[in-house]
């Protein structure tokens, strides 16, 4: 019998990952993995792969629901957002098989994942627990992932980097600090970066609403892009 997280996510989910590829003589061997906020895939998601194909990578940009099932209303995503992390097995080989299709589709590329939000934690949580991630950028990301147990079972192929608001009331200092512990005594390659006098969603232009602690920082998301622009240019040497 399926599971509720099979019967969500899983059964009968038709999913239409947006692929963009680098148009040029040669792409580098990198290939970003987008996932997006817990609205699901969206214009911004689409956007974001075609800039960082614009950077001589390729990239897609993950429809994490499925087609026709994004979640509109708040509760409905926050609810939504708790039923896909709730089990770390099941979230794990959910990603695992998303992984999958996209390296059948993008062969002999190092895949890198990148997300927002709820993308953030998810794409920490990819480089943490599948072995093929090379890389895995958080923006805005929850702390709350789901842990490897141990050094061995920790993916210590992949590198690391955090980018976050200081004045984000989702990551409170003491899960940045619990992070920042958990990647070093893991042994893990990771950066850690706050910006200050920045709220959630800093990457998204459509946020506006401070007084509720999160707004888009052109300032923060322009020094973003270019942070990680140089993260995948040093994986892909």
């Known amino acids: 019998m399926a599971t509720e997280f099979e019967k969500q996510f899983v059964n009968n989910i038709q999913r ?9 003589d040669e792409s580098s061997n990198v290939h970003v993995v987008i996932w997006p906020t817990w609205s699901g895939l969206s214009d911004f998601e689409k956007s974001f792969a075609e800039e960082v194909v614009s950077w001589g990578h390729t990239a897609t940009a993950v429809d994490l629901y499925g087609v026709g099932n994004n979640p509109t209303e708040q509760q409905d995503k926050a609810d939504t957002m708790m039923a896909l992390v709730k089990d770390k097995d099941s979230l794990t080989a959910l990603q695992s098989a998303i992984c999958r299709e996209i390296a059948e589709a993008h062969p ?10 709820l993308g953030g934690r998810l794409s920490i949580e990819a480089g943490l627990h599948i072995p093929s991630s090379k890389g895995a ?9 789901h842990r490897a147990a141990s050094h061995d079972e920790a993916n210590q192929a992949a ?30 390659d990771w950066q ?16 506006n609403a401070p ?17 990680l622009r140089f993260f995948l240019n040093e994986i892909a040497e």
């Open 137 to 145: 950028a958080s923006f805005h990301g929850l702390m709350n992932f």
């Open 159 to 188: 590198k690391f980097i955090i980018f976050n608001g200081y004045q984000d009331p989702m990551v409170d200092p003491d899960s940045a600090s619990q992070a920042r512990a958990y990647f070093d005594e893991l042994g893990l």
């Open 192 to 207: 850690f970066v706050d910006f200050g006098r920045t709220k959630h969603s800093f990457m998204l232009p459509g946020s």
């Open 16 to 24: 239409a990952h947006v692929h963009v590829a680098w148009v040029g």
């Open 108 to 117: 002999n590329k190092k895949l890198v994942h990148v997300g927002f939000c």
């Open 211 to 227: 007084q509720e602690g999160h707004a888009f920082s052109a300032t923060a998301s322009a020094r973003g892009r270019n942070a």
